[in-house]
Nanobody, 123 residues
Framework: QVQLVESGGGLVQAGGSLRLSCAAS????????MAWFRQAPGKEREFVAS????????RYASSVKGRFTISRDSAKNTVYLQMNNLKPEDTAVYYC????????????????WGQGTQVTVSS
């Protein structure tokens, strides 16, 4: 059974930092792209960042580039999202996802999803 379990969300003031973790289990993800998406109330789910497990090829949404960093730890089968200089508009539920192929910024390409972790940034 494939599981993606996110953790690390919380409440932080603007300008602060959080690190999200996504622990993956249930299969080998070496051929997968791992990504973070987020969804704010009343808005569509949007792409944040992705990393190819085998090549470390990374993509970021323009809204987070320079502030967020995605990384992975193969030994722990875990993907991270380091979020710095957080802004109130970063407030959302953050989801971890895994896709075998397809355009990495399209949520419809992702086969596996975590349950999400809430990030709230106060002004």
């Amino acid at each position: 059974q494939v599981q993606l379990v996110e953790s690390g969300g919380g409440l932080v003031q603007a300008g602060g930092s959080l690190r999200l973790s996504c622990a993956a289990s249930g299969r080998t993800f070496s051929s997968y792209a791992m990504a973070w998406f987020r969804q704010a109330p009343g808005k569509e789910r949007e792409f944040v960042a992705s990393i190819q497990w085998s090549t470390d090829f990374i993509r970021y949404a323009s809204s987070v580039k320079g502030r967020f960093t995605i990384s992975r730890d193969s030994a722990k089968n875990t993907v991270y999202l380091q979020m710095n200089n957080l802004k109130p508009e970063d407030t959302a539920v953050y989801y971890c996802a895994a896709a075998l192929s397809g355009t990495v910024w399209l949520a419809t390409n992702y086969e596996y999803w975590g349950q999400g972790t809430q990030v709230t940034v106060s002004s």
